[in-house]
């Protein structure tokens, strides 16, 4: 099977110089080697408390910031020796919609400017022609034609969101990072802008790398997921499998932390434990050995190998039971 | 999020809810704060005059500036001379009019410098980061460390005396302050996601800068611009006063103040009108200044 | 503590070598032949004139005249004074402290005066006070130094004669009399300090009257003054640290004004009389030294402010 967007080995480390009078330098090691890989018009979750480096991840694959090692691929294209031409031609066919809907839009440009700029760059349309399809855009995520002539402060932060997408959509890219597309909204409005994610992936056919730390709005969105602790992916599956039967004692924990449909199964089983550590100072051996319930010696000096028997992988010495 | 409210059935989106009205850009919203603030406005009107004055000045001073009369030596104020004549017998309120033609020129003109170095800079230094951020603000450090006046002194003196190099001596001497100022609002602008997605739409390096992060830091650079220009003008004066700025005969506001010295006792209108003019002035332009900081920066206060 | 010190004369040092290139590169901007200046009368002896050209190093490339004159430098040789022939450093070492008096007398005046109006401003926050308070420091910053000197010299030794308009006593002459003629001086000079520390005391009492802290203290029905005193001032202690530094250059720019208007001879009054007789070592040493000091006072503020507000302490 041919991957849209391929990862491996990704590395971003990052150098923090504060304090005063001392000044502190700490190598903060946001991704520290995490592989995965998205099909064509999959969606694909990437989930992880916040600081975990999912961010990263994401402005790395999409390179809009310089990763220390690894590979991306995108389709047949290596991303990061890309330059000049080739990267612009690469940036149409790879999207991205951040977080705050408040920051993600210049406050001094119309709608309409915002949306003809992609078409502008790529020299798709300009004047007329960009504003007719940038009313259409509007138009597919369900805001007004008259919105073109307005600010961003005048829309509510839903609004703002479908916003965004209109223009991550203007390129008609085969993939959307979506960097916790939902995490800032109201949840009233959240379940609105997810459908209509869910409505423009299957019918434009998007691959998708979903980033979220709520497991619930992955477990309804996405396909497959992975699972990530401290700046590396502890467990990889199909959303169904991973979340039905953690393998990663981590995982499990965020499972058993977020609500659950059946009620049944609800309250029986403990909360997330322990202070998440910082990836300045990650613990030596298994990062997750301080929160771990399984946790053992071997937990404590050595790092678990990654262990994939049927396509739903982990990285952990004692995993939780199969069955 | 809990899972039972996400949605379940296939209903798209719904569609958004109505907008307001009327449209306002964020420019006209902060002409209306600003419009709202009287003692700015009053600030404003205040400046208006005086450019009015230094552009007509021929037309509203009642006499030559530089014609002496040995008839008319330090009168005091009258109906003829409404403030007085001075040593050599010249009318004050035409040399105070003519005085603004300096004080107007000199504060734009050096706060125009001052931008013009310190902007680009500014903006290099924020969007270049790493080395040539280093050096740059090392370069704007050291000349911070000189006191303002004295670089300007220094300047003017190895330069030479007169409008001119006054000119350009407060003009570098201010450059610094705008280099901090657009440096801070490069940095906050650049954090902003939507200059991150304009890279991910495909812009390149410099229209990203120059369409997405430049507009940001023009109203920081507005409100510095406006108190820079008072704080020229103060140094323009205390550089003439010094007599390091215009030249005798010519009429500065400054160089009245330092000839006004020697006849205090005699002669006190001779000081009193041009240091009146330049407070006006100065007062005004802090007051704009002040004015533009609440109505472009509303979260403040 | 010791290397955090470290740390930040590290940072320290190239800025003053950047201050002394700075200074060094003033020079180079001058018309004309410093040697003709220097010659004066002999102008005309071109043995003269090669004979200073090799004593000033003019006739060597600019970094071989830049290392030898940083050299002098610090070795505590700023050059000599082309008019009196005096070391530039001993010249600063006579006037400076006559400057150092006045800046400690002005700096005092405006947090005498800064300090309490700007808790006042606080307390009653946008109320009479407050506004008031405001409208006198802007006005106050909007004065020029030189012209609040001669309206006061107008009104306090013309009209009441009751200070003399001009001239200096040292303070161990005779301390009545160095007070009587500098503190005129002192006030204008500390007039535009006054008025910033105002407002940043201002600034930081409301942050500090917002604090938890405050609130409980407050509520525990202590005076709304003694609140303040007690417990909100002690902040508004640090913006007075670190302005002291901070403005030390609108200080020691104001006292160049100051002194020429009330005729001190102090360290801004020899600045202006050696950019009239061209005596640019003078000029150079003098933006030399106050750059120092500026840097100096500011490491100091820095490490002060620690010490004020231990919370920041190994932060
Ligand atoms: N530009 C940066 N400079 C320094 N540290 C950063 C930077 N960006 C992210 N980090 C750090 O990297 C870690 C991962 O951040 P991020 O990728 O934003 O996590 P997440 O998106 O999962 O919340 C955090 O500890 C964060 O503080
Ligand atoms: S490796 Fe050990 S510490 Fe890490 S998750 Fe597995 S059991 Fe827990
Ligand atoms: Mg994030």
């Known amino acids: 099977m041919s991957h849209v967007l391929q990862v491996a080995g990704l590395k971003k480390h990052f150098t923090v110089t504060k304090g005063f009078p001392k000044p502190v330098t700490t190598i903060v090691r946001a991704v520290d080697g995490v592989d995965f890989a998205v099909q064509p018009a999959e969606a694909f979750g990437l989930v992880g408390e916040s600081g975990c480096g999912k961010s990263t991840v994401a402005r790395a694959a999409l390179r809009l910031i310089e990763p220390d090692a690894g590979s991306v691929r995108f389709g047949d294209t290596d991303v990061l020796a890309a330059r000049g031409g080739a990267l612009r031609r690469l940036r149409r066919r790879m999207q991205i919609v951040f977080q705050d809907p408040y920051s993600s839009l210049n406050p001094r440009r119309t709608i309409g400017r915002t949306l003809a700029e992609p078409l502008s760059v790529h020299g798709i349309a300009r004047g007329r022609a960009a504003r007719e399809q940038a009313g259409a855009l509007l138009a597919e995520v369900g805001l007004p034609e008259t919105a073109l002539d307005r600010y961003p402060h005048e829309f509510s932060g839903g609004q703002r969101q479908r916003i965004g997408i209109a223009r991550a959509l203007a390129l008609q890219p085969e993939l959307i990072v979506a960097d916790e597309p939902v995490s800032a909204l109201d949840v009233s409005v959240q379940a609105q802008v997810l459908l209509l994610l869910r409505e423009l992936q299957s019918r434009r056919g998007l691959a998708f790398v979903f980033v979220s730390h709520d497991l619930g709005v992955v477990r309804w969105f996405c396909a497959r997921v992975a699972v990530m602790y401290l700046g590396r992916i502890v467990e990889q599956g199909p959303v169904a499998e991973v979340f039905a039967r953690p393998r990663h004692p981590y995982t499990r924990m965020l499972r058993d932390a977020s609500p659950i449909p059946d009620p049944s199964q609800r309250g029986v089983l403990p909360r997330v434990v322990g202070e998440i550590p910082s990836a300045a100072a990650p613990p030596p051996g298994c990062h997750f050995h301080p929160r771990c319930p399984r946790a053992t010696d071997r937990c404590t000096q050595e790092y678990p190998a990654w262990t994939d028997p049927d396509g739903h992988g982990f990285a952990c010495h004692h995993p939780e039971p199969a069955g | ?301 | 503590m010791s290397g955090s010190l470290g740390a930040r004369i590290g940072q320290i040092i190239p800025t003053l070598l950047l201050v002394s290139v700075l200074v060094f590169g003033l020079q180079q901007l001058m018309p004309g032949d410093p040697a003709l200046i220097m010659a004066g009368e002999e102008r005309g002896d071109p043995q003269v004139l090669a004979q200073i050209r090799a004593e000033l190093w003019l006739d060597r490339s600019l970094p071989e005249q830049y290392v030898h004159w940083m050299d002098g430098v610090l070795h505590g040789n700023l050059g000599y004074s082309w008019r009196i022939r005096q070391p530039v450093s001993q010249l600063i070492a006579q006037k400076l402290p006559v400057t150092l008096q006045l800046a400690v007398m002005a700096f005092a005046i405006a947090v005498l005066i800064g300090v309490p109006a700007g808790i006042v401003a606080a307390v009653y926050r946008n109320r009479f006070w407050d506004y008031l308070a405001n409208a006198i420091g802007l006005a106050g910053l909007s004065t020029p130094t030189f012209w609040l000197g001669i309206m006061l010299i107008l009104l306090v030794s013309v009209q009441l004669q009751w200070l003399p308009p001009s001239g200096y006593v040292p303070l161990f002459e005779d301390w009545r009399q160095s007070l009587a003629t500098t503190i005129m001086p002192a006030f204008v000079l500390g007039n535009a300090i006054a008025a910033i520390l105002m407002r940043h005391t201002r600034s930081a009492m409301l942050t500090a009257l917002d604090q938890d802290y405050v609130r409980t203290a407050r509520a525990k029905g202590l005076r709304e003054w003694t609140v303040v005193l007690r417990h909100a001032l002690r902040n508004a202690l640090i913006p007075v640290v670190t302005l002291g530094a901070l403005e030390l250059g609108t200080l020691l720019s104001g006292a160049v004004l100051t002194e020429q208007v009330f005729s001190i001879p102090g360290f801004g009054k020899m600045i202006v009389d050696a950019v009239f007789n061209r005596d640019y070592p003078v000029v150079q040493g003098v933006v030399l030294v106050t750059a120092f000091l500026y840097v100096l006072l500011n490491l100091i503020a820095d490490v002060l402010y620690v010490v004020i507000n231990p919370r920041l302490r190994g932060a």
């Not at chain 2, 004549?85 to 003109?109: K, P, Q, Y």
């Not at chain 2, 996601?193 to 920081?220: D, K, Q, T």
């Not at chain 2, 006792?265 to 533009?292: E, K, M, R, T, Y």
């Open chain 2, 1 to 301: 999020m809990t899972a039972a409210t996400l949605p379940s059935t296939s209903t798209p989106g719904a569609p958004a809810a109505s907008v307001a009205p009327r449209t306002r850009s964020p420019r006209q919203l902060a002409v209306r704060r600003f419009l709202g603030r009287p003692v700015a406005v009053a600030g404003l009107v205040v400046i208006l005059a005086f450019i009015v004055i230094a552009v007509a000045a021929p037309l509203l001073a009642p006499y030559d500036p530089i014609a002496t009369s040995w008839s008319a030596i330090r009168k005091a104020p009258s109906a003829a001379h409404w403030m007085g004549t001075d040593e050599n017998g010249r009318d004050v309120l035409s040399r105070v009019i003519f005085g603004a033609r300096a004080s107007m020129l000199a504060g734009v003109v050096s706060v125009l410098i001052a931008a013009g170095i310190g902007v680009p800079a500014g903006l290099i230094a924020g969007f270049a980061g790493g080395w040539t951020d280093t050096i740059l603000s090392r370069i704007v450090d050291a000349m911070l460390a000189c006191p303002f006046l004295i670089l300007a002194i220094a300047l003017a003196a190895f330069l030479g005396p007169d409008l001119t190099n006054a000119m350009i001596a407060i003009g570098v001497s201010t450059a610094p302050r705008f280099m901090r100022v657009a440096r801070a609002a490069t940095l906050d602008a650049a954090s902003n996601e939507y200059v991150e997605a304009a890279r991910a739409l495909g812009n390149p390096p410099w229209r990203v800068a120059l369409r997405h992060v430049l507009p940001n830091i023009v109203p920081p650079v507005l409100v510095q611009g406006t108190l820079a220009i008072a704080a020229a003008i103060i140094a323009e004066a205390s550089l003439s006063f010094l007599g390091l700025g215009q030249q005798p005969p010519a009429p500065s506001w400054g160089s009245m103040l330092n000839a006004a010295q020697r006849f205090l006792s005699q002669a006190p209108w001779l000081a009193i009108f041009p240091g009146l003019a330049i407070f006006l002035v100065v007062l005004s332009f802090n007051l704009v200044g002040d004015g533009l900081r609440d109505a472009l920066d509303p979260r403040r206060r």
